[in-house]
């Protein structure tokens, strides 16, 4: 049984602690209640000293093309660099700012002009801002009630995305916590338009649903059919041609075999933007396919979303607005921080809401004083969600869609400016003419340079980026991704997209990349 003693005019701490007790000071289970414990005058005193902290190392330094981009060290190295145990007493103030320090120091710096490595990139102010301050009020998306400012937020940049996806009735959507968990999304409500019963029944008694998507699709479409009980057997790959698309015939003759075959078909997902040739498949066609055998259509156009700003680069995604629904990733190509993805679906009669919804009373009460379609949360798969669309409104709003735009523009214009470089080079050779901002090139050092093209030279070349990138990481000088792909062997894939780079870091890759490779 708790004990509640009312201590009048008790003057000396018998708690031991430093805390004077006041007058009618409270004590249960022989602790003080009155007043908090957190001191909000230490803890500002930490926020203002964190802050400028922030600023230098993780903004400013991190950003200077004259710093490093990485800090490589060994897992056992960085553990001891970083004495990462927990202990039973708390640091000082000094040294907690010195962890701080240390973790900035050794993170790679993604907002750096010369980190090509990843999706991803550079660092928008705007976004930036909305973060610190979505950090500071901590607010969790899910009813009006919590986050009215961040619930009207959400459905103006998700209404605006559907303008540039082209549903002119409008649509529906919800951010989400990745491009990965927006297309288990749209498996997830394809399913459950194809058969509504799963909802409460369950996988048992289902037909053998089957989905289609191409070879270079993302692998969350496999991880989706894994993770939604349909197995990733059950996921049809659709052969692509040689430049990463679809081929619309072959995913035609997929179809009518799985139904011959007794399979029931009941959705395509096609890509828009692929991961590593940033390929976009034909809309228009698959489109078609998909209505006459009546299938979902989802685009996933995480990465290649971004180009629906750009009225010169849109038309890569000819036929989008035919899609059922659609993931786009603005963390990506449009730099909102991560994670910034939404997933949009063309449906107006809440099928988003019928598919999830659980309508837990503690949360979603229907008697509520105030308009409760804006309690929003119950189309999600989620409880708490962060405000991943205000970073993105803050963004949009500070530089308008013609800024938007302009990125785009910049960076595939910088991403031709690198292929034609390329191209010009010796000792460089491009695997294709690059559709988006992957510009794919193999280094060929000079002692490789007249061996003909046999199974010799491709097990020689294949060895030559792997080592490249090592010693670009433990120099620490630029960030650039490799990997093999289907019938090629290792390759760079240099990805542009933030407006911090310019064609100077572009030629200096290259000279790097030969820098660093020159004698393999
Ligand atoms: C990046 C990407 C994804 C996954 O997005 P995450 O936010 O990393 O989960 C899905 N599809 C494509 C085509 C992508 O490029």
Same mark, same amino acid.
């Given at each position: ?35 908090? +414990? ?11 000293? *964190? ?6 190392? *993780? ?128 498996? @997830? ?7 509504? @019963? ?11 649903? +089957? ?28 052969? *692509? ?23 029931? /078909? ?5 890509? *828009? ?178 061996? /003909? ?12 980026? /792997? ?27 240099? +990805? ?25």
């Amino acid at each position: 049984m708790r004990r509640f003693v009312t201590m009048n005019s008790i003057s000396s701490d018998s708690n031991g602690s430093s805390r004077p007790v006041k007058k009618n000071a409270v004590l249960v289970d022989g602790v003080h209640l009155n007043g908090p +414990i957190l001191d909000s005058k230490v803890g500002e005193r930490f926020v203002r000293e *964190a802050l400028p902290l922030i600023m230098e190392e *993780a903004v400013l330094k991190a950003t200077d093309v004259n710093e490093k981009v990485c800090e490589w060290q060994s897992p056992e190295q960085l553990k001891e660099k970083l004495d990462l145990e927990l202990r039973d007493q708390g640091e000082t103030h000094t040294q907690i700012l010195e962890r701080c320090r240390d973790v900035i120091r050794y993170s790679v710096k993604t907002g750096h002009p010369r980190f090509f490595n990843q999706l991803y990139a550079g660092l928008d102010p705007y976004s930036l801002v909305a973060r610190l301050i979505t950090e500071a009020i901590n607010p969790s998306v899910y009813t009006y009630e919590v986050s009215p400012t961040f619930v009207l937020i959400e459905e103006a940049v998700i209404n605006k995305m559907i303008q540039y996806v082209g549903w002119q009735e409008g649509g529906d959507g919800i951010f989400s916590p990745g491009g990965s968990v927006s297309n288990m999304y749209a498996v @997830n409500v394809a399913r459950y338009k194809f058969c509504p @019963n799963i909802k409460e029944e369950g996988l048992s008694g289902m037909p053998k649903l +089957i989905l289609f998507t191409s070879e270079e699709s993302h692998y969350s479409v496999s991880k989706a059919a894994a993770f939604l009980g349909i197995g990733t057997k059950n996921v049809c790959t659709v052969p *692509a041609d040689d430049r990463g698309k679809m081929i619309p015939e072959e995913l035609e003759k997929l179809v009518q075999q799985a139904k011959n075959e007794g399979r029931v /078909p009941f959705m395509v997902s096609a890509t *828009a933007g692929t991961t590593v040739l940033g390929a976009f498949d034909p809309l228009e066609e698959i489109a078609d396919i998909c209505e006459r055998h009546g299938l979902w259509f989802h685009v996933d156009a995480c990465w290649g979303g971004g180009a629906l700003l750009s009225r010169k680069h849109r038309g890569l995604l000819t036929g989008i607005h035919r899609a059922n629904s659609v993931a786009w990733n603005p963390h990506k190509m449009l730099m909102a921080g991560l994670q910034c993805c939404a997933f949009l679906v063309k449906d107006q009669t809440g099928l988003l809401q019928r598919c999830h919804s659980a309508q837990a009373s503690y949360l979603f009460q229907q008697d509520k004083f105030y308009d409760i379609r804006y309690d929003t949360g119950d189309k999600s798969i989620q409880c708490s969600r962060k405000s991943d669309a205000f970073k993105f409104w803050l963004m949009w709003k500070a530089i308008g869609t013609q800024g938007l735009e302009e990125r785009v523009n910049r960076a595939l214009a910088l991403a031709r400016y690198l292929t034609e470089e390329v191209k010009k080079r010796e000792g460089f050779q491009l695997l294709m003419e690059p559709e988006y901002a992957n510009v794919c090139f193999w280094y060929i050092p000079p002692s490789l340079r007249n061996m /003909p093209e046999g199974p010799d030279f491709w097990k020689r070349l294949r060895e030559v980026a /792997p080592v490249i990138k090592e010693r670009m990481m433990k120099k620490g000088s630029m960030m650039v991704g490799y990997q093999p792909h289907r019938r090629f062997v290792n390759f760079f894939r240099h +990805i542009i997209i933030s407006p911090q780079v310019s064609r100077e870091d572009i030629d200096f890759v290259l000279q790097e990349i030969e820098a660093l490779g020159r004698d393999l």
